[in-house]
């Protein structure tokens, strides 16, 4: 297997992981066992390491990760989430090193408000994503949600704004994804920030 990124071994991508998701479980993004996070381990062949299905997201180790294929298959470890497909398409498609799924109430409510996109205009807060903070239209894509991974992710590439690392699922959370954890993390905060302030209808 080729290094990863940031050379993390899948322990230590564990302990990223699990970090990671205790801060989202904090804000309340990831209540009871939803959400998932991963991280890429390498590139060819894809590899990325998963948070375990079923665990409380507040209470993870750095033994609660799975590592995965680039269809999602465990290859290391106990069962993955059941999006960990998905994570890999995103992976393979964005060329992201980090995705977060998080089950937000501004993200399903903005996604029934508004089904054909959100639009963003004028707000600072669109540097975060890397945007004009003014005068650009940035829209972030909603997508209908299906149990099945191949057509959701079919749904996202169909959908996905280059200009935005972000899709929101209707009725189910929101998908993001950076360079690295970090910047993943980074990405999330801004576009619930941004949902939020939406959601507020100011």
Sequence with gaps: ???????????????????????????????????????????????????????DKGELTAAD?????????????????????LHARVAALTGAGAVVHVHTVAAVAMGCRAPGGIVFRDLEMLKGVGQPAHDVDVVLPVIANSQDMTELGDRLEAARNPRMPAVVVAGHGLYVWGADPRQARHHTEVVEWLLELELAGT
């Design 65 to 85: 990760v799975v590592l995965v294929d680039g269809r999602g298959a465990a290859v290391q470890g106990g069962r993955p989430s059941a999006e960990a497909e």
């Design 1 to 55: 297997m080729t290094a990863g990124i940031g050379a993390l071994d899948l322990e230590e991508a564990g302990a990223v992981l699990a970090a990671e998701s205790a801060r989202f479980a904090s804000f309340g993004w990831m209540r009871g066992t939803s959400g998932n996070l991963s991280v890429v381990l390498s590139r060819d062949p894809l590899r990325l390491a998963v948070t375990a299905s079923g665990r």
